[in-house]
């Protein structure tokens, strides 16, 4: 009896732990797709998977290329990273603002945070955390831009309507003027 109960009172535990356990607590490694913030540089890196490997590319930001001088979106950061384990990848890691690829390791700490660690040699490493970029709301935005942009173009057909309107009036005015003016002198004749 004393048994079932132990074991009773472990299954409870296992089922009570997986309940409270966050949603992401599974294989963070998978979480690690999606764009980043590679906040000293102000760059958007993505991070997307290519075959069974991860791989990561500048998509904006400002900056140059150290070793092609050319701009720094389009340049691949992350190539040939495999899944180490549960949270990380290891692979190689390229750094556009000084030219040079290292070993390197992604670790997902949270849905919404990775490290990135960089080492030369094996042992001189540098690390810095990345947030995720937010999705905005960026359609309704562009929505409501075209919405002002239809008011401005209809107020500018209105005023352009009311100014042609105007000026008919004024050459109509100055038509019937000129023939009266025409009128009366072929009257004195």
């Not at 791989?55 to 701009?71: A, L």
Request: include cysteine; hydrophobic fraction near 40%.
């Amino acid at each position: 009896m004393g048994t079932i109960k132990t074991s009773a009172f472990a299954l409870l535990g296992l089922v009570g732990t997986s309940l409270l356990a966050p949603a992401w607590a599974g294989d963070l490694a998978d979480k690690a797709e999606g764009v980043w913030l590679r906040e000293s540089k102000g760059w958007h890196v993505e991070f997307a998977k290519c075959g069974d490997k991860l791989c990561g590319e500048v998509i904006s930001g400002e900056g140059v290329d150290k070793k092609t001088g050319e701009s720094v979106v389009g340049i691949k950061m992350l190539y040939d990273l495999e899944k180490m384990d549960e949270k990380r990848w290891k692979g190689k890691m390229y750094n556009p603002g000084d030219g040079g690829t290292y070993k390197g390791i992604v670790t997902v700490l949270d849905e919404n945070l990775v490290q990135m660690k960089g080492c030369m040699a094996g042992f001189m490493c540098r690390s810095e955390k990345w947030p995720r970029v937010q999705e905005t709301e960026e359609a309704p935005m562009e929505e409501m831009a075209e919405d002002m942009a239809e008011d401005m173009a209809e107020d500018m057909a209105e005023e352009v309507m009311e100014e042609a309107e105007e000026v008919m009036e004024d050459a109509t005015e100055a038509a019937e003027d000129m023939m009266e003016d025409a009128a009366a002198e072929m009257s004195d004749e």
